[in-house]
T-cell receptor, first 113, second 113 residues
């Protein structure tokens, strides 16, 4: 089955802690994206990557970091510098340059405790 | 970058009525316009898309229209059913030659039985 998988589904973070959200795809997509979803604010772009070992900041990158060591994987780390991390995080992927459908993972709900 | 405005933010209809959601975009070079449906707690999924060489596309009860001159496109749902209740997002590619999906803020559609 081709698709994009996020884990975990739920994640709890203590104050001052870094946490990493996993995103893996087997669609052979070059481009991968992380979005943050808050009620009434739609999908806001955190980071994106169009090629292995390269990534770019999106609109709300502060307090987040990413890596792209493999084409299939694009993990997101929420650092302690992110002061309001409680949100629903969505990973997505597309073919590069083709303006095609975005496929989404099932999302990770992160809560600060 | 691309700016996508979506209206309304909330739409409440009676079962059987029609629903229309509108989006405007800023980049005249954009030529791919998808609509995604997100049910509560789930991932967004593509329901219909349109490319700039056509003005309208239909798929059963849903249709999308595109006006490139005015830079807006709309989602039309006819004979709404309770299972149509969800959040709907429009998207447009950002400028600069790379396709970065940029989403509207979403419309929460509520269909009352």
């Amino acid at each position: 089955d081709g698709g994009i998988t996020q884990s975990p589904k739920y994640l709890f973070r203590k104050e001052g802690q870094n946490v990493t959200l996993s995103c893996e795809q087997n669609l052979n997509h070059d481009a991968m994206y992380w979005y943050r979803q808050d009620p009434g604010q739609g999908l806001r772009l955190i980071y994106y990557s169009q090629i292995v070992n390269d990534f770019q900041k999106g609109d709300i990158a502060e307090g987040y970091s990413v890596s792209r060591e493999k084409k299939e994987s694009f993990p997101l780390t929420v650092t302690s510098a992110q002061k309001n991390p409680t949100a629903f995080y969505l990973c997505a992927s597309t073919f590069l340059g083709g303006q095609t459908e975005a496929f989404f993972g099932q999302g990770t709900r992160l809560t600060v405790v | 970058g691309e700016n996508v405005e979506q209206h309304p933010s909330t739409l409440s209809v009676q079962e059987g009525d029609s629903a229309v959601i509108k989006c405007t975009y800023s980049d005249s070079a954009s030529n791919y316009f998808p609509w995604y449906k997100q049910e509560l707690g789930k991932r967004p999924q593509l329901i219909i898309d349109i490319r700039s060489n056509v003005g309208e596309k239909k798929d059963q009860r849903i249709a999308v229209t595109l006006n490139k001159t005015a830079k807006h496109f709309s989602l039309h749902i006819t004979e709404t059913q309770p299972e149509d209740s969800a959040v709907y997002f429009c998207a447009a590619p950002s400028s600069g030659g790379s396709y970065i999906p940029t989403f509207g803020r979403g419309t929460s559609l509520i269909v009352h039985p």
